[in-house]
């Protein structure tokens, strides 16, 4: 049989390595929390982006608006496999 000093160390050892396994979750909670909160930075940081570009192209589409109002386009300066219809609308 076990004597009480030997009972003592076990439970003590068993107290370690509980204390050890709850801090080893608790990490792993955190890295996961971390990493979740990187991935909607980066999901931020492109929506941001995107929108920059939509931005961006609706400015380019009404300098092209302005460049073609009041002009004729000749459908054969096209390649084939495009086709473009503008419609310039003065109240823009």
Do not use: G
């Not at 439970?11 to 792993?28: F, N, S």
């Not at 570009?53 to 496999?81: G, N, Y």
């Amino acid at each position: 049989m076990m004597n009480e000093d030997s009972k003592k160390r076990l439970k003590a050892m068993a107290e370690a390595v509980a204390k050890l396994m709850k801090e080893q979750d608790e990490q792993k909670a955190r890295e996961t929390a971390e990493a979740e909160d990187d991935d909607m930075d980066l999901a931020a940081d492109m929506l941001m982006e995107a929108a920059n570009l939509i931005e961006d192209a609706a400015d380019l589409l009404v300098q092209v608006s302005f460049l073609l109002r009041d002009k004729d386009i000749e459908a054969d300066s096209c390649f084939p496999c495009c086709v473009v219809e503008v419609n310039c609308d003065d109240e823009l």
